[in-house]
């Protein structure tokens, strides 16, 4: 089957502008993950979805950053107003998340380079 | 103090030599532990699990699980240049709500010809 899949690939936007990015997770995981990875940084914790709802959002950075899961399945974030510091790597996983061993292996998409002019 | 803590490195080994990274934790009762790869400009991909104290071994990779001094280990036998990437240690810490992993910094490793 697929793995997990991203959209846009890059996307380029001017600052103020909102911003939409997708995460299509591995067919049958219950669990998805948005981290941010700046140039040259590790990875940085964004939110958790566990279904539909997210146990964990301590990581969004402000009240620009939004997400939401529908259908147990693809999930969006969205950025408003960026910013030219919002420049960056966004990645998403998935996992079974559905407990015991293994399903707590994560799986990353591509990413969606996003650039802030 | 960071929960899961990588050297950044870069460590630098000869090709064919084995490369030693480190990643320690800070909750004892910490079940799942991962190693990834992430090439420069892509995303990191997974390498091995391990959940079991001692040695796991993949074709070159071993991963070495100690939960009593809370680390693990990844070895690379035979390195090659392909290697070179950065290593990023995750672990499922006790604290972290459903199956989140909370990720080191990552080491970088340089294998040179």
């Known amino acids: 089957g697929a793995g997990v899949s991203q959209s846009p690939s890059n996307k380029v936007t001017e600052k103020g502008k909102d911003v939409e990015l997708r995460c299509d997770p591995i067919s049958g995981h219950t669990a998805l993950y948005w981290y941010r990875q700046s140039l040259g940084q590790g990875l940085e914790f964004l939110i958790y979805f566990q279904g539909n709802s997210a146990p964990d959002k301590s990581g969004l950075p402000s009240d620009r950053f939004s997400a939401e899961r529908t259908g147990g399945s693809v999930s969006t974030l969205t950025i408003q107003r960026t910013q030219q510091e919002d420049s960056a790597v966004y990645l998403c996983?998935?996992?079974?998340?559905?407990?015991?061993?293994?399903?707590?292996?994560?799986?990353f998409g591509p990413g969606t380079r996003l650039t802030v002019l | 103090q960071k929960e899961v803590e990588q050297n950044s490195g870069p460590l630098s080994v000869p090709e064919g030599a084995i490369a030693s990274l480190n990643c320690t934790y800070s909750?004892?009762?910490?079940?799942?532990f991962f190693w990834y790869r992430q090439y420069s400009g892509k995303s990191p991909e997974l390498i091995m699990f391990i959940y079991s104290n001692g040695d796991k071994e993949d074709g070159r990779f071993t991963a070495q699980l100690n939960k009593a001094s809370q680390y693990v280990s990844l070895l690379i036998r035979d390195s090659q240049p392909s290697d070179s990437a950065t290593y990023l240690c995750a672990v499922n810490l006790l604290n972290n709500a459903g199956n989140m992993l909370t990720f080191g910094g990552g080491t970088r490793l340089m294998v040179k010809p």
């Open positions: 909750d004892r009762g910490s079940q799942s």
């Open positions: 996983a998935s996992s079974l998340g559905v407990g015991g061993a293994g399903t707590d292996t994560q799986y």
